[in-house]
Nanobody, 121 residues
Framework: QVQLAQSGGGSLQAGDSLRLSCAAS????????MGWYRQAPGKQRELVAK???????NYADSVKGRFTISRDNGKNTVALQMNNLKPDDTAVYYC???????????????WGQGTQVTVSS
């Protein structure tokens, strides 16, 4: 089995900073990309940031210049540093890993449990 355990989140004021972390564990053979998605009430889940195994990152336009994604391949972790938070960043944030486990042949998406981030003005 593979688990993605998230930490971080909470209620903050506009302009604050927050760091989300996620650790993948279990029967992992290899991880391709890792990333963060978010889902606001009444909206579809959207990509926030994604980082490849070679540390190539891409971001949603709405967070460019404010959020930074990083990963530690040796520890199977990914983090999202969020600066200058805005009320529009309010959402449940989900960690994602596209990986191959010892039980599967193909790469599959795995998800963290989600964590609430609430930004008030």
């Amino acid at each position: 089995q593979v688990q993605l355990a998230q930490s971080g989140g909470g209620s903050l004021q506009a302009g604050d900073s927050l760091r989300l972390s996620c650790a993948a564990s279990g029967s992992i053979l290899s991880i391709d990309s890792m990333g963060w998605y978010r889902q606001a009430p009444g909206k579809q889940r959207e990509l926030v940031a994604k980082i490849s195994s070679s540390d190539s990152a891409n971001y949603a336009d709405s967070v460019k210049g404010r959020f930074t994604i990083s990963r530690d391949n040796g520890k199977n972790t990914v983090a999202l540093q969020m600066n200058n938070l805005k009320p529009d960043d309010t959402a449940v944030y989900y960690c994602n890993a596209y990986l191959r486990s010892r039980l599967t042949v193909r790469y599959s998406d795995y998800w963290g449990q989600g964590t609430q981030v609430t930004v008030s003005s």
